[in-house]
């Protein structure tokens, strides 16, 4: 492979060349200095390329791309997502869970409703969620109810009413596909995540 030879302020050869060696992992500093590996006197020991970095704060503007996984305070992003954290009530164990994965961009509101027939959404969900994808699902407590949706109004409140005209007690679970960008292309041709035919930058991808 061809690379452009850049002269630096002292005459000297600046290209940018790929790393080989063998990976330090010693947290010292990030160093790129391997030139051609053909002229590399073969008396000489195998150079070392970095592998591993410690930074105290390190901010990235644009994009950040991994290719097996990003590891940061205990979670783990990966192709499934959990979180691994120490147990909260027994001591030596830990706790992993994974993350839900659906084909939308989803967000959720729930609750107990008692004595009242009205959810009253969130009033984000007005700018953020898209009112035609609203789902409702309602578990009644103690007493058969005969749940049933009334309506939905502006995608910000739901109505409920009982068949049986018995007091409502239940808990609700609503969900919605949020519609601040573009829906979620689930199956598609291709070798990698670079082969995605939608905006690739608002989601987490590991290929």
């Given at each position: 492979m061809s690379m452009e030879i850049v002269p630096g302020p002292d005459g000297k050869d600046?290209?940018?060349?790929?790393?080989?060696?063998?990976?330090?992992?010693?947290y010292t500093w990030i160093y790129k200095g391997n030139k051609n590996p053909d002229t590399y006197p073969k008396e000489a020991c195998t150079p070392w390329y970095h592998f591993n970095a410690m930074i105290g704060n390190l901010q990235a503007?644009?994009?950040?791309?991994a290719a097996t996984q990003v590891t940061a305070a205990g979670i783990t992003l990966t192709t499934r997502k959990p979180f691994d954290i120490p147990h909260p009530n027994k001591k030596g164990w830990r706790l992993r869970h994974v993350c839900l994965e659906g084909p939308e961009s989803g967000v959720y509101h729930r609750g107990r409703l008692t004595k009242k027939n009205v959810i009253d959404l969130p009033e984000y969900w007005r700018g953020l969620v898209d009112p035609e994808s609203i789902t409702v699902t309602l578990?009644?407590?103690r007493t058969s109810q005969d749940l049933i949706?009334?309506?939905?109004?502006?995608?910000?409140?739901?109505k409920i009413k009982s068949g049986n005209g018995t007091d409502i007690d239940c808990y609700y679970l609503v969900h919605g596909e949020r519609k601040d960008g573009e829906k979620l292309?689930?199956?598609y041709e291709g070798q990698?995540?670079?082969?995605?035919p939608g905006d690739n930058s608002i989601y987490s991808i590991n290929k």
């Open positions: 600046c290209g940018d060349y790929d790393n080989w060696g063998q990976g330090s992992v010693r503007t644009q994009t950040v791309t578990t009644q407590i949706i009334e309506e939905i109004e502006w995608g910000s409140q739901i292309i689930v199956e990698s995540s670079d082969d995605y």
